[in-house]
């Protein structure tokens, strides 16, 4: 069938209306009638070719929210009517020892939900900029939320993940000293989370106009990292920092605020590389230098049932699909808090 979606036909041209096709229903397949996607950045690089291998027309989106509109034979667990979620992954090999895990975003075999190759017409996947979207019921979320708020929930299908994960796996919570450094689509999610789990966050910002708003996502401090005496009065200070700006910066500066044994995390994806922090800034006091990347399925549907539980959703801004490509340029400003979320019904032509 074809649908109406947005999308580019090059990196130089912006989104416009166009139609794409998708798969009839598999056995095992889930169709979703695509209420609303978020906007993330990652959409911006690969759409605009700024990462490399991007293939055209590419349809952008990966934070899906919406309600099941058909279910083939073999599915078990979700009906018709059902309110869902799809995020960065659609498919995965399912026998290597990362999706025996659950952590089906470290295998090698991984297909992004677009820009990755498949067996569907036209040979990659295409995303959530779209009316319809067809997907193996292994990679369909629920979502528990009340569906007033469903436009909210998208970005937690990628943000809220990514967020979600590391502060998991390095256990933020009581007790625990938390930096979010930059207050943006990531960094306010993950102010939030990291509040809901206990922990005493700490939030960095090179704006002194954001100060009042990351008190009000949850932040018990802020610091204005413009302002080397800030900084300094926390130094050898934090069991774990979240760095989730994707712009290159100086990595030594948060390290040294890091106790012994403390780790900081990358989830931010620059274009081009940070400047090599001091070895001796790891060394000294054990520190770890990290990186993550989203999350597996079940991380994922674990990360929206504590979403749901603790009232947490994305503050947004909703747009029409005409109004993408100035979402782009005012994302490129910092012109939003906190993410773009695309109102889908507005892809009807």
Same mark, same amino acid.
């Given at each position: 069938?074809?649908?109406?979606?947005?999308?580019?036909?090059?990196?130089?041209?912006?989104?416009?209306?166009?139609?794409?096709?998708?798969?009839?229903?598999?056995?095992?397949?889930?169709?979703?009638?695509?209420?609303?996607?978020?906007?993330?950045?990652?959409?911006?690089?690969?759409?605009?070719?700024?990462?490399? &291998?991007?293939?055209?027309?590419?349809?952008? #989106? @990966?934070?899906? *929210?919406?309600?099941?509109? =058909?279910? %083939?034979?073999? $599915?078990?667990?979700?009906?018709?009517?059902?309110?869902?979620?799809?995020?960065?992954?659609?498919?995965?090999?399912?026998?290597?020892?990362?999706?025996?895990?659950?952590?089906?975003?470290?295998?090698?075999?991984?297909?992004?939900?677009?820009?990755?190759?498949?067996?569907?017409?036209?040979?990659?996947?295409?995303?959530?900029?779209?009316?319809?979207?067809?997907?193996?019921?292994?990679?369909?979320?629920?979502?528990?939320?009340?569906?007033?708020?469903?436009?909210?929930?998208?970005?937690?299908?990628?943000?809220?993940?990514?967020?979600?994960?590391?502060?998991?796996?390095?256990?933020?919570?009581?007790?625990?000293?938390? &930096?979010?450094?930059?207050?943006?689509?990531? #960094? @306010?999610?993950? *102010?939030?989370?990291?509040? =809901?789990? %206990?922990?005493? $966050?700490?939030?960095?910002?090179?704006?002194?106009?954001?100060?009042?708003?990351?008190?009000?996502?949850?932040?018990?401090?802020?610091?204005?990292?413009?302002?080397?005496?800030?900084?300094?009065?926390?130094?050898?200070?934090?069991?774990?920092?979240?760095?989730?700006?994707?712009?290159?910066?100086?990595?030594?500066?948060?390290?040294?605020?890091?106790?012994?044994?403390?780790?900081?995390?990358?989830?931010?994806?620059?274009?081009?590389?940070?400047?090599?922090?001091?070895?001796?800034?790891?060394?000294?006091?054990?520190?770890?230098?990290?990186?993550?990347?989203?999350?597996?399925?079940?991380?994922?549907?674990?990360?929206?049932?504590?979403?749901?539980?603790?009232?947490?959703?994305?503050?947004?801004?909703?747009?029409?699909?005409?109004?993408?490509?100035?979402?782009?340029?005012?994302?490129?400003?910092?012109?939003?808090?906190?993410?773009?979320?695309?109102?889908?019904?507005?892809?009807?032509?």
């Amino acid at each position: 069938m074809l649908v109406e979606a947005y999308g580019a036909h090059a990196g130089d041209k912006p989104l416009e209306p166009l139609q794409i096709p998708r798969r009839t229903p598999g056995a095992h397949d889930v169709q979703i009638d695509i209420a609303f996607c978020g906007i993330c950045h990652s959409d911006l690089h690969q759409v605009r070719a700024e990462w490399a &291998g991007t293939r055209f027309p590419c349809v952008p #989106g @990966h934070e899906i *929210v919406g309600r099941v509109a =058909a279910v %083939g034979p073999d $599915v078990s667990g979700l009906r018709v009517g059902d309110l869902v979620g799809v995020g960065c992954i659609v498919d995965s090999c399912k026998h290597c020892h990362d999706c025996g895990a659950g952590l089906e975003n470290y295998c090698d075999g991984m297909v992004g939900t677009y820009n990755s190759p498949t067996p569907d017409e036209p040979g990659w996947t295409l995303g959530g900029y779209s009316q319809k979207i067809v997907v193996h019921e292994r990679y369909v979320l629920r979502i528990r939320h009340p569906e007033s708020q469903l436009a909210a929930v998208a970005p937690l299908l990628c943000a809220g993940i990514t967020t979600y994960s590391p502060l998991r796996h390095w256990n933020a919570g009581p007790g625990r000293k938390v &930096g979010v450094v930059g207050i943006g689509g990531l #960094g @306010h999610m993950g *102010v939030k989370l990291a509040h =809901a789990m %206990g922990a005493h $966050v700490v939030a960095f910002t090179t704006s002194e106009s954001k100060r009042e708003a990351a008190r009000a996502l949850g932040a018990s401090e802020v610091v204005v990292s413009r302002h080397p005496q800030e900084l300094a009065r926390h130094a050898g200070s934090f069991d774990f920092i979240l760095d989730t700006v994707a712009a290159p910066h100086d990595l030594d500066a948060l390290l040294v605020l890091l106790k012994r044994d403390g780790t900081l995390t990358l989830v931010g994806a620059p274009a081009t590389p940070h400047p090599s922090p001091n070895v001796f800034n790891l060394i000294m006091k054990r520190r770890s230098l990290a990186g993550s990347m989203i999350g597996g399925i079940p991380e994922t549907q674990e990360m929206l049932d504590f979403c749901a539980e603790h009232g947490i959703v994305a503050d947004i801004e909703l747009v029409r699909a005409d109004q993408i490509n100035a979402a782009y340029e005012r994302m490129l400003r910092g012109d939003v808090k906190y993410r773009f979320v695309i109102d889908n019904a507005t892809l009807a032509r």
